[in-house]
């Protein structure tokens, strides 16, 4: 069955970097949309980042765009988030996702994904 891996969140301080990373198997890496949600306390889920099976396409939030960059290395089957200038509100528990299905675009909900179980990223102020 599918799995995800994520490993690299910590705690840091306001203005720090951190990278995530996604170790993905059960599935053919290559041919699958991958992405990062993350959820704090008292929130709901909500959509990072996504890159698409070659790596040709990706997308961000509004809120982290220009400070995340996603990634991926399908030799691998690993996906990473850069996160660089982080904020207090930064903090959650870092999801990586993927898609179903083959050569499927990953969409900004919560819905017919596969999931990690998640690594906590907290930022101090």
């Known amino acids: 069955q599918v799995q995800l891996v994520e490993s690299g969140g910590s705690l840091v301080q306001a203005g720090g970097s951190l990278r995530l990373s996604c170790a993905a198997s059960g599935l053919i890496f290559s041919a699958h949309s991958m992405g990062w949600f993350r959820q704090a306390p008292g929130k709901e889920r909500e959509f990072v980042a996504a890159i698409s099976w070659s790596a040709g396409t990706t997308v961000y939030a509004d809120s982290v765009k220009g400070r995340f960059t996603i990634s991926r290395d399908n030799a691998k089957n690993t996906a990473f988030l850069q996160m660089n200038s982080l904020k207090p509100e930064d903090t959650a528990l870092y999801y990586c996702?993927?898609?179903?299905?083959?050569?499927?675009?990953?969409?900004?909900?919560?819905?017919?994904?596969?999931w990690g179980q998640g690594t906590q990223v907290t930022v101090s102020s």
């Open positions: 996702a993927t898609t179903q299905f083959r050569f499927a675009t990953l969409t900004p909900t919560t819905a017919n994904k596969y």
